[in-house]
Protein backbone atom coordinates (compact mmCIF):
# COMPACT_ATOMS: atom_id res chain seq x y z
CA UNK A 1 0.00 0.00 0.00
CA UNK A 2 1.13 3.60 -0.88
CA UNK A 3 0.12 6.71 0.93
CA UNK A 4 1.36 10.16 0.03
CA UNK A 5 1.58 12.70 2.86
CA UNK A 6 1.19 16.40 1.51
CA UNK A 7 3.83 19.11 3.53
CA UNK A 8 4.05 22.64 2.53
CA UNK A 9 6.31 25.67 4.56
CA UNK A 10 6.32 29.16 3.40
CA UNK A 11 10.14 30.59 3.85
CA UNK A 12 10.14 34.27 4.57
CA UNK A 13 13.06 36.57 2.12
CA UNK A 14 14.33 40.11 2.76
CA UNK A 15 13.59 40.35 -1.14
CA UNK A 16 13.31 37.66 -3.78
CA UNK A 17 13.36 38.34 -7.10
CA UNK A 18 13.72 35.10 -9.27
CA UNK A 19 14.99 31.79 -8.08
CA UNK A 20 17.85 30.40 -10.11
CA UNK A 21 18.61 27.14 -9.00
CA UNK A 22 16.79 24.83 -6.64
CA UNK A 23 17.17 21.38 -5.37
CA UNK A 24 15.71 19.14 -2.58
CA UNK A 25 17.37 16.19 -0.47
CA UNK A 26 15.96 13.99 2.69
CA UNK A 27 17.42 12.20 5.46
CA UNK A 28 14.21 10.90 6.14
CA UNK A 29 13.99 7.58 7.96
CA UNK A 30 11.27 4.96 10.35
CA UNK A 31 12.05 4.25 13.52
CA UNK A 32 10.34 1.12 15.72
CA UNK A 33 7.62 2.86 17.02
CA UNK A 34 6.14 3.92 13.81
CA UNK A 35 7.75 7.15 14.00
CA UNK A 36 9.03 8.67 10.38
CA UNK A 37 10.89 11.86 11.08
CA UNK A 38 13.77 13.78 9.39
CA UNK A 39 14.56 16.90 7.43
CA UNK A 40 13.94 18.13 4.05
CA UNK A 41 17.07 20.43 3.14
CA UNK A 42 16.03 22.95 0.61
CA UNK A 43 18.61 24.80 -1.12
CA UNK A 44 19.77 27.03 -3.80
CA UNK A 45 20.63 30.55 -5.21
CA UNK A 46 18.27 33.44 -5.87
CA UNK A 47 18.21 36.97 -7.27
CA UNK A 48 17.39 40.15 -5.02
CA UNK A 49 16.11 42.40 -7.73
CA UNK A 50 15.89 42.47 -11.60
CA UNK A 51 18.98 44.20 -11.87
CA UNK A 52 21.29 42.26 -9.77
CA UNK A 53 24.29 40.65 -11.50
CA UNK A 54 25.21 38.35 -8.63
CA UNK A 55 22.96 35.44 -6.92
CA UNK A 56 22.93 34.68 -3.80
CA UNK A 57 22.66 31.13 -1.95
CA UNK A 58 19.89 30.12 0.38
CA UNK A 59 19.53 26.25 2.54
CA UNK A 60 17.00 25.58 5.06
CA UNK A 61 16.28 22.52 6.78
CA UNK A 62 13.19 21.97 7.29
CA UNK A 63 12.08 19.31 10.15
CA UNK A 64 9.10 16.72 9.93
CA UNK A 65 7.76 14.10 11.84
CA UNK A 66 4.42 11.74 11.27
CA UNK A 67 2.97 8.59 13.63
CA UNK A 68 1.46 5.46 11.79
CA UNK A 69 -1.48 3.86 13.00
CA UNK A 70 -0.32 1.05 14.95
CA UNK A 71 -2.76 -1.10 12.54
CA UNK A 72 -0.13 -1.22 10.81
CA UNK A 73 3.39 -3.18 9.93
CA UNK A 74 5.91 -1.06 9.35
CA UNK A 75 8.81 -3.37 9.30
CA UNK A 76 8.96 -2.99 5.20
CA UNK A 77 7.70 0.41 5.09
CA UNK A 78 10.44 3.01 2.52
CA UNK A 79 10.07 6.69 2.56
CA UNK A 80 11.14 9.06 -0.66
CA UNK A 81 10.35 12.51 -2.28
CA UNK A 82 7.22 11.56 -4.54
CA UNK A 83 6.88 15.44 -5.67
CA UNK A 84 8.50 18.39 -5.53
CA UNK A 85 7.23 21.88 -6.30
CA UNK A 86 7.65 25.67 -4.92
CA UNK A 87 6.13 29.21 -5.67
CA UNK A 88 7.63 33.08 -4.95
CA UNK A 89 5.40 34.88 -3.46
CA UNK A 90 4.91 38.72 -3.29
CA UNK A 91 9.05 38.81 -3.77
CA UNK A 92 9.36 37.74 -0.38
CA UNK A 93 8.42 34.65 0.26
CA UNK A 94 9.38 31.04 -0.98
CA UNK A 95 6.52 28.71 -0.78
CA UNK A 96 7.73 25.34 -0.80
CA UNK A 97 5.56 21.97 -1.26
CA UNK A 98 6.50 18.50 -0.58
CA UNK A 99 5.21 15.79 -1.18
CA UNK A 100 6.43 12.49 1.22
CA UNK A 101 5.75 8.64 -0.47
CA UNK A 102 5.15 6.79 2.68
CA UNK A 103 5.36 2.70 0.40
CA UNK A 104 4.60 -0.98 1.71
CA UNK A 105 2.22 -0.18 4.37
CA UNK A 106 0.71 -3.36 5.16
CA UNK A 107 -2.46 -3.50 7.45
CA UNK A 108 -1.80 -6.21 10.39
CA UNK A 109 -4.35 -9.17 10.21
CA UNK A 110 -6.88 -9.11 13.11
CA UNK A 111 -5.15 -12.27 15.04
CA UNK A 112 -2.19 -10.67 15.02
CA UNK A 113 -2.28 -7.99 16.03
CA UNK A 114 -1.95 -8.14 20.24
CA UNK A 115 -2.70 -5.36 21.28
CA UNK A 116 -5.92 -4.43 20.43
CA UNK A 117 -6.71 -1.73 23.16
CA UNK A 118 -3.41 0.32 21.72
CA UNK A 119 -3.93 3.86 21.41
CA UNK A 120 -4.79 4.94 17.82
CA UNK A 121 -2.56 7.55 16.47
CA UNK A 122 -2.94 7.84 13.19
CA UNK A 123 -5.74 6.07 10.46
CA UNK A 124 -3.27 6.06 7.59
CA UNK A 125 -6.42 4.58 4.95
CA UNK A 126 -7.28 8.00 5.00
CA UNK A 127 -5.46 10.98 4.41
CA UNK A 128 -7.31 13.88 5.48
CA UNK A 129 -6.62 11.93 9.03
CA UNK A 130 -2.68 12.23 8.91
CA UNK A 131 -0.99 14.26 10.90
CA UNK A 132 2.43 16.20 10.18
CA UNK A 133 3.80 16.98 13.91
CA UNK A 134 6.17 19.52 12.76
CA UNK A 135 6.92 23.01 14.74
CA UNK A 136 5.42 24.40 11.48
CA UNK A 137 2.34 26.69 11.19
CA UNK A 138 1.45 26.26 7.22
CA UNK A 139 -0.18 22.65 7.26
CA UNK A 140 -2.06 22.24 3.77
CA UNK A 141 -2.47 19.47 1.93
CA UNK A 142 -2.27 18.85 -2.14
CA UNK A 143 -1.70 16.15 -4.42
CA UNK A 144 -0.10 16.05 -8.20
CA UNK A 145 1.13 13.49 -10.36
CA UNK A 146 4.43 11.31 -9.48
CA UNK A 147 7.78 11.72 -10.81
CA UNK A 148 8.94 9.01 -8.14
CA UNK A 149 7.43 5.65 -9.68
CA UNK A 150 10.24 4.15 -11.12
CA UNK A 151 12.68 4.71 -8.29
CA UNK A 152 14.28 2.08 -7.19
CA UNK A 153 13.11 2.01 -2.72
CA UNK A 154 15.83 -1.06 -1.76
CA UNK A 155 18.39 1.28 0.16
CA UNK A 156 17.36 1.79 3.28
CA UNK A 157 18.93 5.50 3.39
CA UNK A 158 17.93 6.59 -0.28
CA UNK A 159 18.62 10.70 -1.00
CA UNK A 160 17.42 12.50 -4.30
CA UNK A 161 18.07 15.82 -5.16
CA UNK A 162 14.95 17.53 -7.66
CA UNK A 163 16.51 20.26 -9.88
CA UNK A 164 13.96 22.58 -11.76
CA UNK A 165 14.92 23.70 -14.95
CA UNK A 166 15.65 27.92 -15.34
CA UNK A 167 16.50 29.70 -18.22
CA UNK A 168 20.01 29.54 -18.18
CA UNK A 169 20.88 25.30 -17.35
CA UNK A 170 21.85 23.21 -20.21
CA UNK A 171 22.42 19.28 -19.41
CA UNK A 172 25.82 19.90 -19.52
CA UNK A 173 25.64 22.55 -16.78
CA UNK A 174 23.49 19.94 -14.57
CA UNK A 175 25.81 17.14 -15.29
CA UNK A 176 28.49 19.51 -14.18
CA UNK A 177 26.76 20.92 -11.04
CA UNK A 178 25.93 17.59 -9.19
CA UNK A 179 29.64 15.36 -10.47
CA UNK A 180 27.14 12.54 -12.52
CA UNK A 181 27.02 11.10 -15.50
CA UNK A 182 24.92 11.54 -18.52
CA UNK A 183 24.06 8.37 -18.78
CA UNK A 184 23.26 8.20 -15.05
CA UNK A 185 20.66 11.23 -15.39
CA UNK A 186 19.34 9.45 -18.37
CA UNK A 187 18.38 6.38 -16.22
CA UNK A 188 15.92 8.99 -14.00
CA UNK A 189 14.67 11.46 -16.48
CA UNK A 190 13.80 12.18 -19.78
CA UNK A 191 16.55 14.47 -21.01
CA UNK A 192 15.01 14.79 -24.98
CA UNK A 193 12.67 17.89 -24.37
CA UNK A 194 13.42 19.54 -21.69
CA UNK A 195 11.66 23.20 -20.51
CA UNK A 196 12.03 26.12 -17.90
CA UNK A 197 10.35 24.64 -14.89
CA UNK A 198 10.43 20.70 -15.77
CA UNK A 199 12.15 18.52 -12.75
CA UNK A 200 15.06 16.31 -12.63
CA UNK A 201 15.51 13.69 -10.54
CA UNK A 202 19.75 13.80 -9.44
CA UNK A 203 20.48 10.45 -7.20
CA UNK A 204 23.33 11.54 -4.58
CA UNK A 205 23.55 8.38 -3.21
CA UNK A 206 27.02 5.70 -3.68
CA UNK A 207 24.89 4.52 -6.40
CA UNK A 208 26.59 7.87 -8.32
Not at 154 to 162: P, Q
Request: charged residues 30%; aromatic residues 8%.
Amino acid sequence: MKKIVPFTKDIKFNNIYEINSISLEHNLSIKEDGIISGNFIVSGTYKMTSNSINVDEFSYNLPFEISIDKKYDTRNVTTDINDFYYEVIDNNILSIDIEVLIDNLEEIKENENMNENSEKIIDIEDDRNLDIETPLEEKTKETVSSIFENLDDNENYVTYKVHIITENDTTESIIQKYEITNEKLEMYNDLSELKIGDKLIIPTNDQN
